[in-house]
């Protein structure tokens, strides 16, 4: 008897059914995913789509702002992001590893706040690169913000070889020397020899990886530990790089390269 009522038991209101239905008349989700469609709510987005800017060369040499992160998604499928290393874990002594998120405390009447600063950087290595501030009260929403920042601004920088010992004519440098400030810190990126590397610090090695640069010496000043600001000011040193006026005598064996196109 008591193997009967644990039989008719499972016939009870709201136990499942071998159709995926109980009773009650809930439906569990179907496992299959339908694939979304961008559909842009922005001028922008819409000329993008009926292509009046087929590469992100045209929309950023346009002056045009990226509004929309499915814009960047759709013009350059192939882009790569990275996260930053801007916090620090609790360790003995003061060390501790880094990590991509950097917690602060707001002091109100009710307690303390938590908040978590995050940094992601992007690029199709051929000349564009993007940074990304995210900070919300979680890590993930303050990561997925960062990710969004990071795909609607966008630059695009000017490649070459500066160096007075090469002068090869390959993108594979800067063509001339240029500065970053943010705060107290001040990014010097100076051009470099082919086979040099990227002699750089670790977080902006990220930074200029997605560039699409290969060899560079950079000079750092003030409290360079702030990782926010020293990335901040880095990307305002490859922001110089397409503002910079050049004389035609200065282009001369250069290489310069804007974006993935050549001068």
Known sequence: MAGENNFRGQGQRGAPRRDGQRRDGYRR????VEEKVWVPKTMVGKAVLAGKYPTMRDLIISGKQIPEAEITEYLIPNLNTELVNVGQAKGKFGGGRRKTSKPTQKKT????????????LSGNKEGIVGFGFGKSRETVPSREKSLRNAKKNLIMIRRGCGDWGCFCGSAHSIPFAVEGREGSVTVRLMPAPKGTGLVVEGELKKMLELAGIKDVWSKTFGQTKNKINLVKAGFNALKQLQTMKLTPQAIVGRGIKDGDKNE
């Open 29 to 32: 989700p179907q496992a299959e």
């Open 109 to 120: 009447r009710e307690g303390n706040k938590m908040s978590f600063s995050m940094i992601t």
